[in-house]
């Protein structure tokens, strides 16, 4: 397949035009892309190779706009090369929800390129204007494929989402009340995820958790006391994501 990258607007009006015309210049391109996880430590030589081989898509959304719907096949390799998204996470019944903020430049649900399940686990939307480059999932094999620095670096990416500490693991039936909701909310969200909120009433926590509300009261009320997060009723908001990590 040959192509060359371009600056696009996909169908039925999703997204306006990425009117940037510095992203036309040969030497911004190289940049956006060097910049993005995926293409870290690769050449200029490969990647002059792939950008007139490869069809890259470059759009650009307002604030509001959906960038993906939960449920999505995952098609497309997107990455966020300006501004922030908000992704958000239900389970069947609405009953948990699951919201963080994902700023550039990084991947959106990489995990989901590839194996059993290969659709988007969350619904994505414009945080302000955002930039995001796509590329089609077949182009990206054959991209990966043919340097196996390309291969490392979504490896190595792979990797990071999914080294969830042993202890973290042991956490859901040995350790303290606040291991387990730590480990709760960092399995539920992205390594650079931030302003992250969950939505849940306690009387459901009380059930995922199988304790006593004034036990999870209690546990909740001394993480806020740490600085860990804030909550109310019907939600939890993280204060500092790598604290909780620290915590298993």
Same mark, same amino acid.
């Given at each position: 397949?040959?192509?060359?990258?371009?600056?696009?607007?996909?169908?039925?009006?999703?997204?306006?035009?990425?009117?940037?015309?510095?992203?036309?210049?040969?030497?911004?391109?190289?940049?956006?892309?060097?910049?993005?996880?995926?293409?870290?430590?690769?050449?200029?030589?490969?990647?002059?190779?792939?950008?007139?081989?490869?069809?890259?898509?470059?759009?650009?959304?307002?604030?509001?706009?959906?960038?993906?719907?939960?449920?999505?096949?995952?098609?497309?390799?997107?990455?966020?090369?300006?501004?922030?998204?908000?992704?958000?996470?239900?389970?069947?019944?609405?009953?948990?929800?699951?919201?963080?903020?994902?700023?550039?430049?990084?991947?959106?649900?990489?995990?989901?390129?590839?194996?059993?399940?290969?659709?988007?686990?969350?619904?994505?939307?414009?945080?302000?204007?955002?930039?995001?480059?796509? %590329?089609?999932?077949?182009?990206?094999?054959? #991209?990966?494929?043919? *340097? =196996?620095?390309? $291969?490392?670096?979504? !490896?190595?990416?792979?990797?990071?989402?999914?080294?969830?500490?042993?202890?973290?693991?042991?956490?859901?039936?040995?350790?303290?009340?606040?291991?387990?909701?730590?480990?709760?909310?960092?399995?539920?969200?992205?390594?650079?995820?931030?302003?992250?909120?969950?939505?849940?009433?306690?009387?459901?926590?009380?059930?995922?958790?199988?304790?006593?509300?004034?036990?999870?009261?209690?546990?909740?009320?001394?993480?806020?006391?740490?600085? %860990?997060?804030?909550?109310?009723?019907?939600? #939890?908001?993280?204060? *500092? =994501?790598?604290? $909780?990590?620290?915590? !298993?």
């Amino acid at each position: 397949m040959t192509g060359s990258p371009e600056i696009g607007v996909r169908p039925a009006a999703l997204p306006r035009q990425f009117n940037i015309n510095e992203m036309e210049k040969p030497g911004t391109m190289y940049e956006t892309l060097l910049s993005m996880p995926l293409f870290k430590g690769v050449s200029a030589d490969k990647i002059s190779e792939i950008i007139g081989k490869y069809r890259f898509h470059f759009l650009k959304y307002h604030n509001g706009d959906v960038i993906v719907e939960a449920g999505e096949p995952c098609e497309k390799i997107r990455s966020v090369v300006s501004g922030c998204v908000r992704v958000t996470i239900t389970n069947f019944d609405q009953r948990f929800r699951v919201s963080q903020t994902i700023a550039a430049p990084e991947v959106i649900a990489p995990d989901f390129f590839f194996g059993k399940t290969t659709s988007y686990p969350g619904t994505v939307t414009a945080k302000g204007d955002v930039g995001i480059l796509e %590329l089609d999932k077949k182009d990206y094999l054959e #991209i990966i494929i043919s *340097d =196996r620095i390309f $291969l490392f670096n979504f !490896l190595n990416l792979l990797s990071m989402n999914a080294q969830l500490s042993v202890e973290g693991v042991l956490a859901l039936t040995s350790g303290s009340l606040e291991m387990r909701i730590a480990y709760w909310i960092i399995a539920l969200t992205d390594r650079t995820g931030s302003d992250i909120v969950m939505e849940c009433r306690q009387r459901d926590m009380y059930t995922v958790f199988g304790v006593q509300r004034q036990s999870l009261i209690a546990a909740l009320t001394r993480m806020r006391d740490d600085g %860990l997060i804030d909550f109310t009723p019907n939600s #939890i908001k993280v204060k *500092d =994501r790598r604290r $909780l990590l620290e915590l !298993l």
